[in-house]
C-alpha cells in the first residue's frame, strides 16, 4: 500500500509559480513512476506529467512542456512539480499517483492522493 498526501496547493496570479509536493508512505517508493494529473471542473481528469522511479526519466503532457518540471527525492519519499508561468488555464485540482509502469494512461495508476487545488487568475 502507498498512501500521498499532497501539499503545496494556492492562488496565483497568471505569470507566477508554484511547487506542489507530494509525500509518500512505505519503504518501496522508489519502485513506483510517479505522475500528476490535473481536473478541471467539468473536465475529464487528465495527465500532467510522469516520472520513473530512479527520476531519470520523464514525460510531459504538451501543454505544460517548458513551464513545468517533475522531480523526485527517493531519501524523503517526495515528488514535485515546480510549475512557471502560470496561466489561467492551469486551474485545476493537482493529483499525485503511482504506478508500477511509466505511463500517461489514468488507469494504470493503482494509488492516488486526495488532491491539491491550484487557481491562476488573470
Known amino acids: 500500500q502507498v498512501q500521498l498526501v499532497e501539499s503545496g496547493g494556492g492562488l496565483v496570479q497568471a505569470g507566477g509559480s508554484l511547487r506542489l509536493s507530494c509525500a509518500a508512505s512505505?519503504?518501496?517508493?522508489?519502485?513506483?513512476?510517479m505522475g500528476w494529473f490535473r481536473q478541471a471542473p467539468g473536465k475529464e481528469r487528465e495527465f500532467v506529467v510522469v516520472?520513473?522511479?530512479?527520476?531519470?526519466?520523464?514525460y510531459y503532457a504538451d501543454s505544460v512542456k517548458g513551464r513545468f518540471t517533475i522531480s523526485r527525492d527517493n531519501a524523503k519519499n517526495t515528488v514535485y512539480l515546480q510549475m512557471n508561468s502560470l496561466v489561467p488555464e492551469d486551474t485545476a485540482v493537482y493529483f499525485c499517483?503511482?504506478?508500477?509502469?511509466?505511463?500517461?494512461?489514468?488507469?494504470?495508476?493503482?494509488?492516488w492522493g486526495q488532491g491539491t487545488q491550484v487557481t491562476v487568475s488573470s
Open positions: 499517483a503511482a504506478s508500477t509502469i511509466v505511463t500517461s494512461s489514468r488507469a494504470s495508476y493503482n494509488y
Open positions: 512505505g519503504r518501496t517508493f522508489s519502485k513506483y513512476a
Open positions: 516520472i520513473n522511479g530512479s527520476g531519470g526519466n520523464t
